[in-house]
């Protein structure tokens, strides 16, 4: 059997043919300048003890502040840090709300004895161990849709992003607009580009007739390569160009590192039946678990904004806003 994509993923080297390098440590959703790309949707705060970083917010018609996990996940290189920096934002800060790294190491016995923080389970992500033989990985009707995906479009791993950055934004803001995204899960052109230049970002493109119809994002940190956004025309599902951008994804990172993680399904609840989550599970190996966490970090001024609110949303007080991810 042959890889998902075979020879049909390529790297668009510079004319030195050089190998793709990497400056500086691959972070991710840890990287302070992943924070500050976000700076538009709340300060960016550091959390000294865990190294993970939070986007501090003005609380609409108070002078209070709360604070949210960087969309789409919060992770920290010391979680064993947290449950300290959980404390000392109180009662600072209203409330926190966020969502864990699926390869985070966070558990409720960890955050026993925080008072206020409660940590309920979110969305299973779909992750890939790209260890694995390249030909086993994916069914065998994604494989097909990769091949077919080859033979329409040139699937190619950018040497240089920043190369890319009018199309990826174009990409992703036709995206936004068809499924009506808003606040930080639509993004602005500003941290669409500064996030292709985080060490250890990726970009995998796909063309047709030169012109660019679909991306992917990857961010790595450690062993880990994450899918951070994706892009794509309506001619590009059509030719299954998802699949071809998973599949090369797979070949590039099975020498990079041991796990390609695919997100979670569409939604805030990701239905097992949703195409997103069907996409995924078709390529994964493996699912791994994310968790909500949320913490009330000043009861009285949390009840204050919340008063004659109900709903299950959290905070309560922001139940007609965006706020998890």
Same mark, same amino acid.
Request: proline fraction near 0%.
């Given at each position: 059997m042959s890889s998902p994509i075979a020879t049909h993923c390529v790297h668009v080297l510079s004319s030195s043919k050089r190998e793709l390098t990497v400056t500086g440590p691959m972070l991710a959703y840890s990287d302070p300048a992943y924070a500050a790309s976000l700076r538009e949707f709340g300060t960016p705060r550091l959390l000294p003890a865990s190294g993970g970083w939070l986007l501090e917010r003005a609380v609409p018609s108070s002078n209070d502040r709360d604070a949210m996990g960087c969309y789409p996940l919060f992770s920290a290189p010391h979680w064993d840090g947290l449950p300290d920096d959980l404390r000392a934002l109180a009662p600072e800060l209203v409330s926190l709300v966020l969502v864990t790294d699926p390869f985070g190491d966070v558990s409720a016995s960890m955050l026993e004895g925080v008072p206020g923080v409660r940590l309920v389970p979110w969305k299973d992500h779909f992750v890939i161990d790209v260890q694995q033989p390249l030909a086993t990985i994916g069914d065998q009707g994604q494989r097909r849709n990769a091949r077919r995906a080859a033979r329409s479009l040139q699937i190619e791993v950018a040497d240089d992003p920043m190369q890319y950055v009018d199309d990826w934004v174009q990409l992703y803001s036709n995206l936004s607009a068809r499924f009506g995204l808003t606040g930080l899960r639509a993004m602005s052109p500003t941290a669409l580009a500064e996030q292709l230049q985080l060490s250890g970002?990726?970009?995998?493109? #796909?063309?047709?007739?030169?012109?660019?119809?679909?991306?992917?994002?990857? +961010?790595?940190?450690?062993?880990?390569?994450?899918?951070?956004?994706?892009?794509?025309?309506?001619? #590009?599902?059509?030719?299954? #160009?998802?699949?071809? +951008?998973?599949?090369?994804?797979?070949?590039?990172?099975s020498a990079r590192a041991q796990w390609l993680s695919l997100g979670a399904g569409a939604g805030a609840t990701a239905s097992d039946e949703d195409g997103l989550s069907v996409f995924k599970r078709r390529w994964a190996t493996h699912t791994r678990p994310t968790w909500l966490l949320s913490a009330v970090l000043d009861a009285p001024r949390y009840e204050r904004l919340s008063v004659n609110v109900s709903t299950g949303y959290f905070p309560a007080y922001r139940a007609n806003e965006l706020a998890t991810g």
């Open positions: 970002a990726q970009l995998i493109v #796909a063309r047709q007739e030169g012109i660019v119809v679909a991306a992917h994002v990857y +961010l790595q940190r450690d062993d880990v390569a994450y899918l951070h956004l994706v892009g794509v025309t309506d001619e #590009a599902y059509r030719l299954q #160009a998802a699949a071809g +951008l998973t599949a090369c994804a797979v070949e590039f990172f």
